[in-house]
């Protein structure tokens, strides 16, 4: 499908009125990953790289890139210590050439809710009800769906820093070698720094923006390196179902590594109107038929264009 088409405009549109009626109207923000900052920097892939996918930035010494990170909810002032403010995401794009990119969105949960959009819809509605104090209504949504509450129920403490959390892409895709063998991973991202979060008594303690801030401070005294890995599917795995996690076992290949040099003005109109896509559409790498790739990229397509007309 050609990119700036919507293939389903009506489920587009009712996922957009369920993030406008759980969180509320913020023109020109995001529905959801409202508040969020973005930095620069460059990707060199691994030697591995250019054997998996024949993708262009696999095999060039390096590559532009611009990443987001963001506190989730709709809400763009969410303080950053919030336990609402989950997941934390990071949305990393690779600048091919001046009008080609290819991007990786990423949240700091393993897996998501539901398999499709329509269950997303459904789980939306689930949160809003429970919100207006009617508590049964996400019950027996989670009691039906053990991802969904797997999900839920999944630990979220709060990370010392944006640069001190791990990130997992949330749909697998097809990686293709220059070859034409093609086989199927989900992009995993980790500091290589560690992981580091926060008690519950430090985090309550920081200020509402401490991760924003924190980000610039660090920049200033050195780069931030990420690592980023594909974790392989085994013939067992589903590879077009994101709310089954696959074994920790599977193997990891190494896809190259991030380095972020600098935190930069999001609200220049050349960032302010990026609209990032969860759909590769870069030859050699390509979905893997998860049906909630299509419907995040008609979302994120809808409310991409509402939020530029809001600017």
């Given at each position: 499908m050609p990119t700036g088409t919507?293939?389903?405009?009506?489920?587009?549109q009712e996922l957009l009125e369920a993030f406008d009626a759980l969180f509320g109207l913020h023109p020109g923000f995001r529905?959801?990953?409202?508040?969020g900052m973005m930095c620069s920097g460059t990707f060199t892939p691994s030697s591995q790289a250019a054997q998996l996918t024949r993708a262009p930035h696999a095999s060039r010494p390096s590559t532009p890139v611009t990443v987001?990170?963001?506190?989730?909810?709709?809400?763009?002032?969410?303080?950053?210590?919030?336990?609402?403010?989950?997941?934390?995401?990071?949305?990393?794009?690779?600048?091919?050439?001046?009008?080609?990119?290819?991007?990786?969105?990423?949240?700091?949960?393993n897996g998501f809710p539901v398999r499709t959009g329509e269950e997303f819809l459904e789980f939306l509605h689930a949160v809003a009800a429970f919100v207006k104090g009617q508590r049964e209504a996400l019950g027996a949504f989670l009691a039906s769906h053990p991802s969904a509450k797997r999900f839920v129920d999944a630990?979220?403490?709060?990370?010392?820093?944006?640069?001190?959390?791990?990130?997992?892409?949330?749909?697998?895709?097809?990686?293709?070698?220059?070859?034409?063998?093609?086989?199927?991973?989900?992009?995993?991202?980790r500091p290589q720094a560690g992981t580091e979060y926060l008690s519950e008594k430090d985090a309550v303690a920081k200020p509402a923006n401490f991760l924003f801030e924190e980000i610039g401070q660090r920049l200033a005294k050195e780069p931030?390196?990420?690592?980023?890995?594909?974790?392989?599917?085994?013939?067992?795995?589903?590879?077009?179902?994101?709310?089954?996690?696959?074994?920790?076992?599977?193997?990891?290949?190494?896809?190259?590594?991030i380095t972020l040099t600098a935190r930069v003005d999001d609200q220049l109109p050349e960032r302010r109107k990026i609209i990032f896509d969860p759909i590769p559409r870069v030859d050699g790498i390509d979905s893997s038929g998860d049906p909630l790739t299509q419907a995040r990229s008609d979302l994120y397509l809808l409310s991409g264009r509402r939020r530029r007309a809001a600017q």
């Open positions: 919507i293939a389903n405009p009506a489920l587009a529905p959801a990953h409202a508040k987001r990170y963001s506190d989730g909810t709709g809400v763009p002032n969410i303080p950053d210590n919030d336990p609402q403010s989950f997941p934390k995401g990071m949305a990393t794009r690779f600048h091919l050439d001046e009008h080609a990119h290819t991007d990786i969105i990423a949240h700091s949960i630990p979220k403490p709060i990370p010392t820093s944006f640069a001190r959390e791990a990130f997992f892409a949330i749909t697998s895709f097809k990686f293709t070698s220059p070859g034409g063998v093609s086989r199927h991973g989900r992009f995993r991202i931030i390196k990420l690592g980023v890995f594909v974790q392989m599917a085994e013939a067992s795995d589903d590879v077009a179902d994101a709310s089954v996690t696959w074994p920790e076992s599977r193997t990891e290949i190494p896809f190259g590594a």
